[in-house]
């Protein structure tokens, strides 16, 4: 089955404590985005990944990092997290620009 | 910058009456648009896009969408909404960078 996968689903954590959110996908899509979801703000886009190796800023990148070695995973690393990244995360993929983008089931990350 | 705008944060409608999402749009240049819709305690699924070509798009579940260029508008509509319509719509839009750039989102209750 096509599908992304994101883990873990829920995360409680501390502020500084280092984490990461791994995200997979299993339909060879090279373009991949990390989103973080807020009451009225919408889908706001952290980091993106045109492909392997390549990653690029997207509109709040701040206290967040990337990586993509391979095709199929673009982890979501908070190095030293801070109350204000509680959030609803969504990963997404697809082919490329302008297609269709498949989301993951969302990341729940609450930071005290 | 990009920005989209979705004039209404929550839209009550009777089961079986219609329904507009309105969604406008900053970019000047030619984008990709899409509606995206959100059930409770989901991901994100695609509902349509517009990439080129007709300005009016069906998508799925009996939604349509028309672009309108002149007044960067790409509006939702369903003549009759059902019960399992309750959900969130985001509009989105692709300019000719790589960022996707969501509206703040329309939360859409159907009342029996």
């Known amino acids: 089955e096509a599908q992304v996968t994101q883990n873990p689903r829920y995360l409680i954590t501390v502020t500084g404590k280092k984490l990461t959110v791994t995200c997979s996908q299993n339909?060879?899509?090279?373009?991949m985005s990390w989103y973080r979801q807020d009451p009225g703000l919408g889908l706001r886009q952290i980091y993106y990944?045109?492909?392997?190796?390549?990653?690029d800023k997207g509109d709040v990148p701040e206290g967040y990092k990337v990586s993509r070695k391979e095709k199929r995973n673009f982890p979501l690393i908070l190095e030293s997290p801070s109350p204000n990244q509680t959030s609803l995360y969504f990963c997404?993929?697809?082919?490329?620009?302008?297609?269709?983008?498949?989301f993951g089931p969302g990341t729940r990350l609450t930071v005290l | 910058a990009q920005s989209v705008t979705q004039l209404d944060s929550q839209v009550p409608v009777f089961e079986e009456a219609p329904v507009e999402l309105r969604c406008n749009y900053s970019?000047?240049?030619?984008?990709?648009l899409f509606w995206y819709v959100q059930y409770p305690n989901q991901g994100l699924q695609l509902l349509l896009k517009y990439l080129s070509g007709s300005t009016l798009v069906k998508g799925i579940n009996g939604f349509e969408a028309e672009f309108n260029k002149s007044q960067t508008s790409f509006h939702l509509r369903k003549p009759s909404v059902h019960i399992s319509d309750t959900a969130e719509y985001f509009c989105a839009v692709w300019p000719a960078g790589n960022k996707l750039t969501f509206g703040g989102g329309t939360r859409v209750l159907v009342k029996p």
């Open positions: 339909m060879n899509h090279e373009y």
């Open positions: 970019s000047s240049v030619s984008v990709y």
């Open positions: 997404a993929s697809s082919f490329s620009r302008g297609n269709e983008q498949f």
């Open positions: 990944s045109m492909n392997v190796e390549v990653t």
